[in-house]
Nanobody, 130 residues
Framework: RVQLVESGGDSMRSGGSLRLSCTAS????????MAWFRQAPGREREGVAR?????????ASIYADSVKGRFTISREHNILYLEMNNLNPNDTAVYYC??????????????????????WGQGTQVTVSS
């Protein structure tokens, strides 16, 4: 199993920046794709950004249209980051870290649905006020 713990959530005004972190532990040797999701009050959880480190992708990332150009996902060993810039109230949500191992990061699965993940953290709250 993989355990994920998010940190870095905070409250801020529009236009601000924040960096979220997710520390992974457990069976992480084969943890080759990770992602950030978010869930706003009354809305479904949505994929925000994904990063792949295997199957030839080597750090390739995918972003939701709503965050392109403002958010950056990166990974350093067992820590996943989400750099968020120019935040606005629509970014208010609980942010979750997610991970898959091995074949669950297969390119065919990634192409069919890049937002299907099996390991999840507990989430960290980000609140942006105008």
């Amino acid at each position: 199993r993989v355990q994920l713990v998010e940190s870095g959530g905070d409250s801020m005004r529009s236009g601000g920046s924040l960096r979220l972190s997710c520390t992974a532990s457990g069976e992480i040797s084969n943890m080759v794709c990770m992602a950030w999701f978010r869930q706003a009050p009354g809305r479904e959880r949505e994929g925000v950004a994904r990063i792949d480190n295997a199957f030839g992708f080597n750090g390739a990332s995918i972003y939701a249209d709503s965050v392109k150009g403002r958010f950056t996902i990166s990974r350093e060993h067992n820590i996943l980051y989400l750099e968020m810039n120019n935040l606005n109230p629509n970014d208010t949500a609980v942010y979750y870290c997610a991970a898959n191992t091995g074949g669950f990061c297969d390119p065919a699965l990634r192409s069919r649905n890049p937002w299907e993940f099996y390991y999840w953290g507990q989430g960290t709250q980000v609140t942006v006020s105008s």
